[in-house]
């Protein structure tokens, strides 16, 4: 079946605790991105990736990190959580950055930073 | 402003009853609209995707795009309690850019 699967799925922490959400594609999907969804805010990018080795910032990069060693991977780092993080992250992805009208996203992660 | 602008609603509405939903945006070199279907606490599930203006029928859905007014729309006929859901719009210029966002909708169907 073809997927887009996160974990975890529910995650709280502390601020400051170095924190990983990992995110996962089975379909040769050169494409990948994350985002986070807020009340009243909608979907939007934090980061994306067109291909292995080859990441980019969205519109809310600020206190995440972001690597892309394999192609089926895209794992989400926050090296300092803060409050303001707290939020439901969906990966995403696509078979190329051309054909994101076609995005299929994750299950969602949601965080909460104390 | 927001470039992508959707009531959130909520919207509650009979089963059987049509729904209706839209967007309106501000950048005019989008050419791909689509729709998403939310349930709770699920990630967004593509419903339908139109390039450039025009209609689109999938089943009970309609998507429709005027390119001219810069609005765009949703319509589910027959509406099912399984309707229930968030419905997020987003769009898309050609090429590799990024999607942008509609704050999504809250669509009840009461049975």
């Known amino acids: ?114 | 402003q927001k470039e992508v602008e959707q009531d959130p609603g909520p919207l509650s509405v009979p089963e059987g009853a049509i729904v209706s939903l839209n967007c309106t945006y501000s950048n005019s070199a989008f050419q791909y609209f689509m729709w998403y279907r939310q349930y709770s606490r699920k990630g967004p599930e593509l419903l339908m995707y139109t390039y450039s203006s025009g209609n689109k029928e999938d089943g009970r859905f309609t998507a429709q795009v005027d390119k001219s007014s810069k609005y765009i729309s949703l319509f589910i006929r027959d509406s099912q309690p399984s309707d229930s859901a968030t419905y997020l719009c987003a769009m898309t210029e050609p090429g590799p850019k990024k999607l942008s966002f509609g704050a999504g909708t809250t669509v009840t169907v009461r049975a």
């Open chain 1, 1 to 114: 079946e073809a997927q887009v699967t996160q974990n975890p799925r529910y995650l709280i922490t502390v601020t400051g605790k170095k924190l990983t959400v990992t995110c996962s594609q089975n379909m040769n999907h050169e494409y990948m991105s994350w985002y986070r969804q807020d009340p009243g805010l909608g979907l939007r990018q934090i980061y994306y990736s067109m291909n292995v080795e080859v990441t980019d910032k969205g519109d809310v990069p600020e206190g995440y990190k972001v690597s892309r060693k394999e192609k089926r991977n895209f794992p989400l780092i926050l090296e300092s959580p803060s409050p303001n993080q707290t939020s439901l992250y969906f990966c995403a992805s696509s078979r190329t950055a051309t054909e994101q009208e076609t995005q299929y996203f994750g299950p969602g992660t949601r965080l909460l930073v104390l």
